[in-house]
């Protein structure tokens, strides 16, 4: 007998490979099974793909129940659960999460009642170790940026700078098995001076679409129930938007305590939102590379010095130290461009004229970072800084391991921004905004990335081909120079000598021509690299607001239908506002520092 499903509610398919559902239909199961909560079948119309299993109910033909099997059979309404029940959940921890009383409630048509609460759901069917229902707020939250710190070379993590101890190897830190309390009595985090508990969490109902939602919430209430509606969870459990907490953010799940300088503003500009400035602006020189050595000699690196200017006290960085950086601030501000470090280099790393081109790109990316309004008051880029490693080896120490124990990351950091108001924001014209940024990010990317080629093709030919042919003109003229030298006559020395110095003068020339680019095609060029650095990084920006988006539409379509709540839409409308000002607010500081910043700056150099 094919096995056959009604459909409890409607499901719209947003992916390849799922197909829509209509409430009461029919369908053909081609397995019983689930796969991570979704099943496989084909609906009325003949499409076939997957279904959220929650969405349908298994149609089964009626049997009696088998003598001696132990108990009663079966209700049909628990098409789901096994024939034999299911072992009793271990007690969880007093820490652990408490789920609702009514999160386990099986799926029931809307003429049916609940059995009694006799029910326990399975210890094997959660993914979270020893059946504790103990989610990882890196599962719930997202991990933040996706950034892998690179390795190799002399800019390995070798000596005890780093050692193994990580984030999540931390008690209580974002990423480890310690889950917040949602009343704000977590242990360490309650009456800590200058802290506000903010928590974006309500009884909204979150449908679970993707294996990394928690399995524990409740999914649906019986169709026709004001607020049964849900705003689902992507199925790409790896897209941006949900890796960098704007998910969880926006359908309200951030919850954590802010305390008053991580507090980041955004403002209205003449020109619309952007960033607060910075009280006390600065600059910072990066000078003298040194090659150092240590171990005996058996390990070499390059040393920068750099200095400061609102602290005027010098402290030496290498490459790995800027790498670490980029790592934590990519983690942290996902809204946010944080500018590309030069790349590496396998072979040559202690040549002068490697040394010298890294150091000027590092230049460009210390301005870059230095004349964010953000990312220039940030905790770790101050550390960084102001800490002599070298001198204070223990406070550097310190200032690292709380830069990556920092829970303001994924979700939470969207609890930092503090935005205008909203009804200063119309969400149609920030998605127009949003598209027309898109569009020139686009044709700002193939504009650069022609000139690169143009620019770098130019340079090989003043490099040598130039060169080269400027020295055959001059060769040229040293040998007729030769040739006249046979005369011995007095009065033509005068000539030889004069067609002698063209040929000299030519040799120069080509000389100036193979020089040429480092006075004004690599300055071009570095610059050019690090724009495209941060015109990389746009794309993923604009999918975590579009994606935020996304769910207020779905929201609006649901309280239209009579199935939210309109103060819950509200809701999620407001995160994504707070989403969108952040978003506007790097878009306006991308355009100031393109006209007035460093471009502005070179040209008129």
């Known amino acids: 007998m094919a096995l056959r499903a009604r ?153 005890e700078w780093d050692d193994s101890s990580t984030v999540a190897d931390e008690p209580g830190a974002l990423g480890s098995g310690a889950y917040p309390d949602f009343d704000g009595s977590s242990s360490g985090g309650g009456g800590v001076a200058g802290r506000y508990r903010l928590s974006t969490r309500s009884d909204l109902s979150l449908g679970s679409r993707g294996s990394s939602a928690p399995p524990h919430h409740p999914q649906h209430h019986p169709s026709g129930a004001k607020s049964s509606a849900t705003v689902s969870r992507n199925l790409n459990r790896f897209s941006t938007f949900v890796k960098s907490g704007g998910e ?94 030069p790349e590496k280099q396998a072979t040559g790393r202690f040549e002068e004229d490697f040394i010298s081109k890294r150091r000027k790109g590092l230049i460009w990316w210390m301005n870059h970072m230095a004349s964010h309004p953000v ?68 044709k700002m990317d193939d504009s650069a990335l022609q000139l690169n080629h143009t620019a770098n093709e130019f340079a090989r030919k003043q490099v040598t081909g130039f060169k080269k042919e400027y020295q055959k003109v001059g060769q040229s003229f040293r040998g007729l120079s030769q040739a006249f030298e046979l005369d011995q006559q007095a009065f033509s020395v005068g000539l030889n000598q004069a067609i002698a110095f063209t040929g000299d003068a030519y040799d120069a020339i080509g000389e100036l021509f193979a020089d040429q680019p480092r006075q004004d095609l690599d300055p071009v060029m570095d610059l050019l690299a690090l724009y495209q650095g941060h ?8 999918h975590v607001q579009k994606g935020a988006l996304t769910k207020v539409k779905e929201s609006r379509r649901h309280v239209e239908e009579g199935k939210m709540e309109v103060q819950k839409a509200d809701g999620i409308q407001d995160r994504c506002n707070t989403i969108s000002f ?22 008129v150099l």
């Open 7 to 159: 459909a409890l509610y409607d499901f719209r398919s947003e992916n390849p490979g799922e197909i829509s559902l209509r409430e009461h239909e029919v369908l053909s199961l081609c397995s019983e099974q689930d796969i991570e909560g979704w099943l496989e079948g084909v609906n009325s119309r003949g499409d076939r793909g997957l279904f959220p299993a929650s969405y349908v109910q298994v149609i089964r033909a009626p049997e009696p129940s088998p003598a001696g099997d132990g108990g009663p059979g079966v209700p049909a309404r628990y098409a789901n659960v096994p024939p034999g029940g299911f072992e009793p959940l271990p007690a969880a921890p007093p820490s652990s999460f408490k789920p609702p009383p009514d999160a386990f409630q099986p799926l029931l048509l809307p003429h049916q009642t609940p059995p009694p609460s006799t029910f326990q759901p399975p210890s094997a069917g959660f993914p979270y170790g020893g059946g504790a229902l103990q989610p990882s707020p890196q599962q719930l939250y997202g991990g933040g940026g996706g950034y892998q710190a690179s390795q190799g070379s002399d800019d390995d993590w070798d000596d």
């Open 248 to 341: 969880a953010f926006v359908l309200g799940e951030a919850s954590g305590f802010v305390k008053d300088g991580d507090k980041l503003c955004v403002v209205l500009g003449p020109y619309g939102p952007e960033w607060q400035e910075n009280p006390y602006p600065f600059q910072c020189t990066i000078d003298d590379p040194t090659k150092q050595t240590k171990f005996k000699g058996m390990k070499s690196y390059i040393s920068y010095k750099l200095v400061p200017t609102h602290t005027q006290v010098p402290v030496h960085r290498r490459y790995k130290h800027f790498d670490w950086l980029y790592a934590r601030l990519a983690e942290k501000f996902p809204v946010i461009s944080v500018p590309h470090l």
């Open 582 to 603: 952040a978003t506007l607010a790097e878009i306006h500081h991308f355009h100031q520092i393109r006209i007035c910043g460093t471009v502005t700056k070179y040209i």
């Open 375 to 442: 990312l220039a008051q940030c905790d770790v880029f101050q550390h960084f800084l102001t800490c002599p490693s070298s001198t204070d080896e223990k406070a550097w120490k310190q200032g690292k391991r709380k830069a990556e124990k920092d829970e303001m990351v994924g979700a939470n950091f969207f609890l930092t921004l503090s935005t205008p108001p909203a009804a200063a924001l119309d969400l149609q014209e920030v998605e127009s905004k949003i598209d027309g940024f898109k569009s020139f990010t686009k």
């Open 535 to 542: 015109l990389a990084n746009f794309p993923d920006i604009i």
